[in-house]
């Protein structure tokens, strides 16, 4: 008797086939309605090019080998001199690359109108890919028209900050073809309270930038900290001030600044976040001095945008992969994709993601029409007040609970890591952190409140959700209720509340003017009564469920 080879036990079948070589941007048509609808004229040529790469086995590979390698600090060189230099894995380079090629950092300063709103919509795709290298990409993007304060700087660095052709290499910013920006807030016995920052700056020299000063002190968390420059703040005698700090100085000196350790993170692993030390480092005033909370704000608005439009990508990118699998997957006689609870959930995290995209692209632009000068009458100037805090608690508030629905749609495969390959685990590590960084939720709900005692905002709020009304009885109850809390907006207790009955509001309203009516009728009555989205998968019967799973499949 003749026994069989050892490693001939079974066939593998029923099982999906990787979700690679997709275009992103033209499977993802829920985004192509929205980009028509905010900026007809945009650079379709340019989104479909980046959708094809960020989509590609091969752009997957530099992302699961960028967060398996993980960057390593290396404080002294062999002969034990200091050089606070850390070191990334190729993959990462190759990432950070493609999104400075395609203009994700400080380009949108430099283009016409609709150059925010595209470059939003190509964050979200490339966040799709990878979204750890962006925190440079981001804070260059947000730290950008901050240098306006000071026009020196401003007119030495921003040919280069605007630039697409990435230069990795440690030399001085004159020496490179582009650069990258970064931001040194956050403290130990602060954090999100940066009045109660220590690190002190004490007058130096007048130079060509401006105002030299000497900084003293720390970061408890500070990105990307290979960035060329980053805008620090430090106390002077007038109060928190902003400071232009570059790692290398116009002489070519090292700037002295000292990486103390990386961080160990739950996830975001491909990107280094450091905590520093200034031992009298070189910096130059920017705005104002005493100035230096109302720029970190704006600042901080910018990446706020930023936080939501990653979620928004990750809710897409884990929501493809969910819809591929069940659709290839087939379990108790039938495909998943065709099991009808299967089925509720999916078209429930096709609202959810539908949703999360159309209201991070109308903040975007919201940013786009205020610093492009088409806003006249200052609607959309409140409306980006206004939004910035909506869109930053809601959408990155959701994340968690998105990535583990789809993870579960995967059954055990999605849980697994193979060696990094596991794509829904390193979603849902990350998706923790847009909703933790730039302002957790709390402060997104107290930041709300703020806005909502600026004049006109009622007003505004009323006209930008005036498509809907009238529609869906669900909405309009939901409204009644809102417009009468808003009334007394100094219940802090309840601003959490408020801001989801707002982002609720806001996303129906980008729904009816976007979206078909059946993505429209569905999120009202699921997201305005009954069980809120309490769970997903809790869609009523009456749901049109085939017409928003087969918009939502990425073909």
């Not at 600090?73 to 395609?102: I, K, T, W």
């Not at 940066?194 to 401006?210: C, K, L, Q, S, Y």
């Not at 997957?329 to 078209?347: D, I, T, W, Y």
Request: net charge negative.
């Amino acid at each position: 008797m003749s026994l069989a080879a050892p490693d001939i036990t079974h066939e593998v079948f029923n099982q999906a086939s990787p979700f690679a070589d997709v275009n992103l941007f033209s499977a993802n048509k829920p985004l192509q309605d929205a980009l028509a609808f905010h900026h007809a004229g945009y650079d379709r040529e340019h989104l479909h090019a980046l959708g094809a790469e960020a989509g590609s086995a091969t752009m997957q590979q530099h992302a699961r080998l960028a967060n398996v390698h993980k960057p390593s600090l290396h404080s002294h060189d062999r002969f034990g001199r200091r050089v606070d230099q850390v070191e990334f894995h190729p993959s990462y380079h190759a990432l950070l690359g493609s999104a400075l090629r395609h203009g994700l950092h400080g380009t949108p300063w430099a283009r016409p109108a609709g150059g925010h709103i595209e470059r939003a919509a190509a964050f979200m795709i490339f966040t799709e890919a990878e979204p750890s290298v962006l925190c440079p990409v981001s804070m260059t993007y947000a730290v950008t028209p901050a240098l306006r304060g000071n026009p020196a700087i401003a007119q030495a660095w921003m040919p280069r900050i605007t630039s697409t052709q990435y230069d990795a290499r440690f030399l001085p910013f004159e020496q490179k073809t582009a650069v990258t920006l970064g931001m040194g807030m956050t403290e130990k016995q602060g954090g999100s309270d940066v009045r109660a920052n220590t690190t002190r700056a004490e007058f130096d020299a007048d130079t060509p930038w401006g105002a030299a000063y000497r900084i003293t002190g720390h970061k408890w968390f500070f990105s990307a900290p290979m960035c060329d420059a980053f805008l620090v703040l430090a106390q002077t005698g007038a109060g928190l001030s902003c400071f232009f700090l570059p790692r290398l100085l116009p002489d070519g000196q090292v700037n002295a600044l000292r990486i103390q350790r990386l961080k160990d993170k739950l996830g975001n692993a491909a990107n280094a976040s450091s905590e520093v030390e200034f031992h009298g480092a070189t910096a130059w005033l920017v705005g104002e001095e005493g100035r230096g909370v109302p720029q970190i704000l704006a600042m901080g608005a910018l990446t706020r945008l930023d936080c939501a439009l990653g979620t928004a990508g990750l809710m897409r990118q884990s929501l493809s992969i969910a819809l591929h699998h069940c659709a290839e997957r087939s379990a108790f006689g039938k495909p998943l994709l065709e099991q009808p609870l299967m089925r509720n959930v999916l078209a429930d995290l096709a609202l959810e993601s539908e949703a999360a995209s159309l209201l991070a692209l109308r903040l975007a632009a919201c940013i786009d029409r205020t610093e492009n000068g088409q806003d006249a009458s200052g609607f959309e100037a409140v409306m980006r007040r206004l939004l910035t805090p909506v869109a930053k608690f809601w959408v990155c508030k959701r994340g968690s609970a998105f990535a583990q629905e789809t993870m579960e749609c995967l059954g055990g495969n999605g849980y697994v890591e193979e060696g990094g390959e596991g794509v829904m685990a390193r979603i849902y590590r990350e998706m923790p952190l847009n909703s933790i960084w730039e302002g957790a939720g709390n402060i997104m709900a107290l930041d709300l409140l703020r806005a909502l005692r600026g004049a006109k905002v009622v007003d505004a709020l009323v006209h930008e959700l005036q498509p809907a009304r009238g529609v869906h009885a669900a909405f309009d109850a939901e409204l009644a209720e809102v417009l009468h809390s808003v009334d007394g907006v100094a219940d802090e207790a309840q601003a959490r509340r408020l801001a989801r009955s707002l982002a609720l509001l806001l996303q129906a309203a980008q729904l009816k003017r976007i979206s078909p009516d059946f993505v429209f009728d569905a999120f009202c009555a699921s997201r305005f009564a009954g069980d809120r989205a309490a769970a997903f998968g809790l869609l009523p019967a009456t749901t049109d469920f085939d017409s928003i799973v087969s918009r939502a499949m990425p073909h």
